[in-house]
């Protein structure tokens, strides 16, 4: 059974910073894309950014890009989202996703879901 654990949510004031961490288990992460999404109360689902299993290629919503990075550490079967500079929008529960081809926009083509982590942004 494949299963992806994210971390490192939690409370922050505007333009500080937090590292996330997606940990696999069941199978080897570096034969994935893997995508972090967000959803914040009464809003859709949305892609923030993406890491490809090939040449390790990253995009990013562009709204993210400039403030996140994305990193992949195969050795310890995990990817990393920093975020930096985060604003009070940034609000939202965080989930990393499995997508055994390529990156992609849309979440219905991930496979395997965390159950996400919590990220407060205020003062």
């Known amino acids: 059974q494949l299963q992806l654990v994210e971390s490192g949510g939690g409370l922050v004031q505007p333009g500080g910073s937090l590292r996330l961490s997606c940990a696999a288990s069941?199978?080897?992460?570096?034969?994935?894309?893997i995508g972090w999404f967000r959803q914040a109360p009464g809003k859709e689902r949305e892609g923030v950014s993406c890491?490809?299993?090939?040449?390790?290629?990253?995009y990013y919503a562009d709204s993210k890009k400039g403030r996140f990075t994305i990193s992949r550490d195969n050795a310890k079967n995990t990817v990393y989202l920093q975020m930096n500079s985060l604003k009070p929008e940034d609000t939202a529960v965080y989930y990393c996703?499995?997508?055994?081809?390529?990156?992609?926009?849309?979440?219905?083509?991930?496979?395997?879901w965390g159950q996400g982590t919590q990220v407060t942004v205020s003062s």
């Open positions: 996703a499995a997508n055994p081809y390529r990156c992609t926009e849309y979440a219905s083509r991930f496979d395997s």
């Open positions: 069941g199978f080897t992460l570096d034969y994935y894309a």
């Open positions: 890491i490809s299993s090939t040449d390790g290629s990253t």
